[in-house]
């Protein structure tokens, strides 16, 4: 894997996981802190990436509740 699918794979594993922080954060201020993370990582990556993320702490989401 080169360097640059690395590092995209990684920014996507951070993202996901902070959308499951602002999801199951126990405050506001830590939903509010791990929303603006989760803005930071996204406006690095492009928009099919972004929506995978997003699909796949659904998928978490789902697994973990249902």
Known sequence: MS??????????ETLTSALLLAVGARTTEQTERAILLAGEIAAELDAASVKACQREADRILKARYN
């Open 3 to 12: 360097q640059r699918n690395e590092i995209k794979q990684a920014l996507c």
